[in-house]
């Protein structure tokens, strides 16, 4: 399976942010998916989950203002981002073939997308 993460970018904090994560290789119905990040001088650390059939799980500053969702026909991963903060700033990954918060939860990485929130 290979990941491609794309639609990072700088905003303003209140700002919004799509990301994306195409996957090629693999049945993309049977996998679990999900998006880390990881800011400079910090461990990566989980933002959101979706199951294959849908089942999903934020980290709880991210509630309310992320929602993940996944596209089958396009064997696509989304990660709307609304009501940015600086907080959010990091480079964001795409994930697959796991499910949950933990980083050794999944078999396949992309190659990440920065994101930079401004105050």
């Known amino acids: 399976v290979q990941l491609q993460a794309s639609g990072g970018g700088s905003v303003q904090a209140g700002g919004s942010l799509r990301l994306s994560c195409a996957a090629s290789g693999g049945t993309f119905s049977a996998y679990g998916m999900g998006w880390f990040r990881q800011a400079p001088g910090r461990e990566r650390e989980f933002v959101a989950a979706i199951s294959n059939g849908g089942m999903t799980d934020y980290r709880t500053s991210v509630k309310g203002r992320f929602t993940i969702s996944r596209d089958s026909a396009k064997k696509t991963m989304y990660l709307q981002m609304n009501s940015l903060k600086p907080e959010d700033t990091g480079v964001y990954y795409c994930?697959?073939?796991?499910?949950?918060?933990?980083?050794?939860?999944?078999?396949?990485w992309g190659q990440g997308t920065q994101v930079t929130v401004s105050s």
């Open positions: 994930a697959a073939g796991g499910y949950g918060s933990r980083v050794r939860g999944y078999d396949y």
